[in-house]
């Protein structure tokens, strides 16, 4: 899953792979994740975060910053990305549900760790363009669609892990009922214009919701389009 203007961003790719390893590291006493597994660094590796940026922002494709996608939205920062991969602790035969594709860029990430991804997003242009891009760089397994991920994705339900790239106000309960006994749901819950409390919902076999706090974390509001 690489291009032919692979070579030229790989220091800088490798730079931004070590900030993120020692970024890890310096938060781990505070998320509880104290190192990147091999998975999520493989995929942090492989996956070419310059083909996710607009063009004018391609110098900054590696720097550990969010970075505006257009539609006011943002590819959030890559040690974020690499947090809430490895919270949600994907099984190579897992099928996860992605809210919020925006770029794509945390998409491929999920796409090259687990069996399948299912991929919602409100704005029909970032849902088309994702899916183009993901499609030119050869993930089979990812399908995005344009909606209100709030709802989750009914038809393909239940998930094994959902992760939500958007801040909520509070868990939407249709997620919760999509997530299989022993699965992770990953979130930012909280109000805009301020920090969220990025989150871990973990369903044990019983049904049974544990939460945990993991680290504020600033996220674009899950914006609600239905009821
Ligand atoms: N994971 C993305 C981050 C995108 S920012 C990336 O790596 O690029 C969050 C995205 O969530 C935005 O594109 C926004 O349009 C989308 N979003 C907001 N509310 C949503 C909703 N209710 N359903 C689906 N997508 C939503």
Not at 39 to 61: G, N, W
Not at 194 to 216: A, I, Y
């Amino acid at each position: 899953m690489t291009d032919g203007v692979d070579g030229k961003y790989a220091d800088a790719r490798r730079r931004l792979l070590e900030r993120v390893m020692a970024e890890t590291r310096e938060t781990g006493g505070v998320t509880g994740c104290h190192e990147l597994s091999e998975r999520v660094l493989r995929a942090l590796t492989t996956v070419p975060r310059h083909r996710f940026v607009p063009m004018e922002q391609l110098d900054l494709a590696y720097a550990d910053i969010p970075l505006p996608i257009g539609r006011g939205q943002t590819i959030s920062q890559p040690f974020i990305v690499a947090l809430m991969t490895e919270l949600l602790v994907p099984d190579p035969q897992a099928v996860v549900l992605e809210i919020g594709t925006g770029s794509g860029y945390q998409t491929a990430v999920l796409a090259s760790l687990v069996r399948q991804v299912y991929s919602v997003e409100r704005i029909p242009e970032l849902a088309e363009a994702a899916a183009r891009r993901l499609h030119e760089l050869g993930y089979t397994n990812v399908e995005v669609r344009a909606d209100d991920g709030g709802q989750g994705w009914e038809e393909q339900a239940p998930f094994d892990g959902i992760m939500v790239t958007a801040a909520a106000a509070e868990v939407p309960p249709a997620l919760v009922r999509q997530l299989k006994p022993g699965g992770r749901l990953v979130i930012p819950v909280g109000e805009q214009h301020r920090s969220q409390d990025l989150r871990v919902l973990h369903k044990n076999e019983q049904g049974v919701l544990e939460t945990r706090s993991v680290l504020p974390v600033v996220f674009v509001p899950l914006v609600r389009d239905r009821e």
